[in-house]
């Protein structure tokens, strides 16, 4: 009986885990983000499952960098002049580094070696592309000297 309890409790889990929310704005932009979701699960499933572990919603606002939030649930926010830009690939990378943000909220007291590791966990993610477009692992590569220069230097604001 002990046994089968577990085994539902864990099938809750799993299932109350088992789908992200996407708000719906602009033009179909949750249809993109849903395809973002399907290339991150058939380049790499462990991303996809550390995606759907670590996010319960992705929304969409007009600041100019991507973030999240831990309200009722871990929500990514996602540039809206993101989705316009029509790249998959940079869609994919940018909810799986997010993701790594909402997994690791606690270590915000640390914030240089936080988007450090974020933007390294981006990277191996695009590694696993194969059709990565050279700018964004350009951009992911200048991130991560940024990041390392300031935390080397203690200078993370």
């Not at 708000?23 to 499952?49: C, P, Q, R």
Request: proline share 1%; glycine share 2%; aromatic share 14%.
């Amino acid at each position: 009986m002990k046994l089968l309890f577990t085994l539902i409790s864990c099938f809750a889990m799993l299932a109350g885990n088992s789908q992200i929310k996407v708000d719906k704005a602009g033009n179909f932009w949750d249809k993109e983000v849903y395809k973002a979701l399907a290339h991150i699960k058939e380049i790499d499933s462990t991303a996809y499952d550390y995606v759907l572990s670590n996010t319960d919603r992705i929304s969409f606002w007009n600041e100019n960098y991507n973030t999240f939030e831990v309200v009722n649930g871990t929500r990514i926010l996602l540039l809206s002049s993101q989705i316009m830009d029509k790249s998959l690939n940079n869609l994919s990378s940018t909810i799986v580094h997010e993701s790594y943000h909402s997994c690791h909220a606690i270590d915000h007291a640390k914030p240089c070696r936080e988007e450090l590791d974020a933007y390294l966990f981006e990277l191996s993610f695009l590694f696993r592309m194969k059709d990565a477009e050279p700018w964004l692992i350009e951009f992911v590569y200048d991130k991560i000297r940024y990041y390392k220069i300031q935390n080397e230097r203690g200078d993370c604001k």
